[in-house]
């Protein structure tokens, strides 16, 4: 049974830093590429950052190019998104996705309150 759990959220400050992190269990981690998706109250979910599954290429949204960071550990089956200089517009439900050909798993997410 694939498991993908997120952890790290929280409540901070705007300028703030915060690191969410997923592990995974149930798979073979290092043949998925890994993604971190959010989802906002009354917003479609979005494309935050992606990593491949050597970890070799990432991509990011532009509204986070610059100040989120994602990495992956393979040997920990397990990738982080590290977030510095938050903004209140990165308030959101953070979610974990793995993807490799035609399958795909999600987490259950992890929130982010950006807020004095």
């Known amino acids: 049974q694939v498991q993908l759990v997120e952890s790290g959220g929280g409540l901070v400050q705007p300028g703030g830093s915060l690191r969410v992190s997923c592990a995974a269990s149930?798979?073979?981690?290092?043949?998925?590429?890994m993604s971190w998706y959010r989802q906002a109250p009354g917003k479609e979910r979005e494309l935050v950052a992606g990593i491949s599954s050597a970890g070799g290429s990432t991509n990011y949204a532009d509204s986070v190019k610059g100040r989120f960071t994602i990495s992956r550990d393979n040997a920990k089956s397990t990738v982080y998104l590290q977030m510095n200089s938050l903004k209140y517009e990165d308030t959101a439900v953070y979610y974990c996705?793995?993807?490799?050909?035609?399958?795909?798993?999600w987490g259950q997410g992890t929130l982010v309150t950006v807020s004095e």
């Open positions: 996705n793995a993807r490799r050909s035609s399958s795909e798993y």
């Open positions: 149930g798979l073979s981690f290092r043949n998925y590429a």
